[in-house]
């Protein structure tokens, strides 16, 4: 398990990292372990099998690529007022001088806002991501219940988030199984 330390004051073990392994160490004591079965799927892999998944990154691609445009756009403008500023700079007022100079600060914050608005953790771009993946994702989870239920799983788990095993024994890997509950048909050999 990839497990983050920080050192000093704020020594940190990630929540979920934590909370599974309590999960996975105090569990099974808890109940009779012998009698459950496990297995997990890889949600990177079950992505890069559906065809929906390539329109969503495609999509994702454009409107990232169309704001890195004006991101660049703004960043010239930026240049350019510097640039005026420092040729220009000696025959300037002081007065002139700091609405200059506000001038190119003015536009650094608007950038910076900007490049928040869109790429930050609350951004656009993470808004339109969940957005577009949402319906996949249903799909997924419910692909993923039919099968455990068919099949007589009492866990599954995602071995593509941020909860990794030790060891996980391939043969419990069912995303082949998931694929095939979304009809999509995939080799069983072309697994992770």
């Known amino acids: 398990m990839k497990t983050k330390f920080r050192t000093g004051k704020n020594c940190i ?19 009779n372990a012998q009698n459950q079965r496990l297995a997990y799927i890889d949600t990177d892999f079950i992505f890069s099998k559906i065809p929906e998944y390539e329109g969503v990154e495609q999509r994702l691609r454009q409107l990232s690529q169309q704001w890195r445009d004006e ?9 350019s007022l510097r640039q005026e500023f420092e040729a220009r700079e000696i025959l300037f ?11 190119i600060d003015n536009k650094v914050r608007e950038r ?6 869109r790429f930050g953790p609350d951004g656009d771009y993470f808004r339109q991501q969940r957005e577009l993946l949402r319906p996949i994702q249903r799909q ?4 993923t219940n039919k ?30 199984n998931v694929l095939l509950e979304l009809g999509i ?3 069983s050999d072309a697994l992770p």
């Open 112 to 117: 910076e806002r900007f490049i928040n608005s």
């Open 185 to 187: 048909q995939v080799e």
């Open 140 to 143: 997924i989870v419910e692909a």
């Open 71 to 79: 991101i660049t756009e703004m960043e010239r403008e930026i240049e």
């Open 147 to 176: 099968v455990a239920e068919r099949d007589g799983y009492d866990f599954v788990f995602d071995r593509s988030g941020d909860f990794v095993f030790f060891y996980a024994r391939r043969q419990w890997n069912i995303s082949v």
């Open 13 to 31: 073990i990630y929540a979920g990292q934590f909370l599974l392994l309590v999960f996975l160490v105090g569990f099974p004591a808890l109940l």
């Open 93 to 103: 007022t002081p007065e002139v001088r700091r609405e200059r100079q506000q001038e």
